[in-house]
């Protein structure tokens, strides 16, 4: 009986302990559960957060690759006879502006420097340089048979780009506005024509503006040009400075714009294919 009851009692110590043994690890198990239902919740807030994420970066990817694919598309669509074309083109427009600047300024260094100067005033307001600079090249030219200087020249070639770029005229309007003003230097003096027909037309309150340069009525004015008495070296310079004040504040606005940014990618773009050679230009490019 007494050797029963002592097995009894270790089984029952032996039973104990393994029952606390087992309560503590059941204990651990419920805090590690705790623990770990705890991680998980977070777990699963930061897989929610990071899945919104990550849908974003891949929107954002898509249109990233999408950019990339247009410009790659843009220049891989470009072959190699094309892209010759276009350097020789752009390469031989160059060149025409550079000799027809010598021609129109007398010497190489004054052609440098006014092309030097068209290139800060493209840059400035957004304008496309090719256009301007043969616009420029006549200008020069038509202002050798008056006493217009090379300073009062630029003057006026900076107030009728900014009030092409402040008015937003197309490139066909700011032209003929020019080739208005190219008229009236070459004539010597301004007539009906270039005034009314040519640049009244393309460039709306030209004629008020340019009756305030002189600071004369509009009567006056037309009164003063049949009488042949608006002579272009005296009025046209005025008329430059008036332009400058007029629009200058409005041209900078203006040149700030999504359309005088993408003149100025034009510009980058012809700089680059104008490298007189395809080797250059394709470096360049690269």
């Given at each position: 009986r007494k050797i029963v009851v002592d097995f009894a009692k270790i089984t029952l110590r032996a039973d104990s302990r393994q029952v606390k043994d087992a309560t503590a690890s059941l204990r651990g198990m419920a805090a590690a559960a705790y623990k770990a239902a705890r991680g998980t919740d977070n777990f699963g807030r930061e897989t929610k957060q990071a899945t919104k994420?990550?849908?974003?970066?891949?929107?954002?990817?898509?249109?990233?690759?999408?950019?990339?694919?247009?410009?790659?598309?843009?220049?891989?669509?470009?072959?190699?006879?094309?892209?010759?074309?276009?350097?020789?083109?752009?390469?031989?427009?160059?060149?025409?502006?550079?000799?027809?600047?010598?021609?129109?300024?007398?010497?190489?260094?004054?052609?440098?420097?006014?092309?030097?100067?068209?290139?800060?005033?493209?840059?400035?307001?957004?304008?496309?340089?090719?256009?301007?600079?043969k616009q420029m090249a006549q200008f020069s030219a038509a202002a050798r048979t008056t006493s217009i200087t090379s300073d009062e020249l630029r003057t006026i070639f900076t107030g009728i780009s900014e009030a092409s770029r402040a008015m937003g005229l197309t490139a066909p309007q700011a032209e003929g506005a020019m080739m208005a003003l190219q008229q009236m230097m070459s004539k010597g003096k301004v007539s009906a024509e270039e005034l009314r027909q040519q640049l009244g037309e393309r460039m709306p309150g030209s004629i008020q503006i340019m009756a305030d340069a002189l600071d004369v009525t509009t009567p006056k004015l037309f009164e003063m040009m049949e009488n042949g008495r608006l002579l272009a070296d005296e009025v046209l310079p005025k008329f430059g400075e008036e332009l400058e004040d007029v629009f200058g504040a409005a041209a900078e606005v203006q040149a700030n714009r999504i359309s005088a940014a993408m003149q100025r990618l034009r510009n980058s773009i012809f700089d680059l294919l104008a490298q007189d050679n395809l080797r250059g230009a394709t470096k360049a490019i690269d």
């Open positions: 994420e990550t849908k974003g970066l891949n929107t954002a990817a898509n249109r990233l690759r999408t950019t990339f694919g247009v410009l790659a598309t843009g220049i891989g669509g470009i072959g190699f006879m094309e892209m010759a074309r276009q350097v020789e083109r752009a390469t031989t427009q160059m060149n025409n502006i550079e000799a027809t600047m010598r021609v129109a300024t007398g010497s190489a260094q004054a052609a440098g420097q006014q092309i030097a100067f068209i290139r800060s005033e493209s840059e400035r307001l957004g304008l496309f340089f090719p256009s301007v600079a």
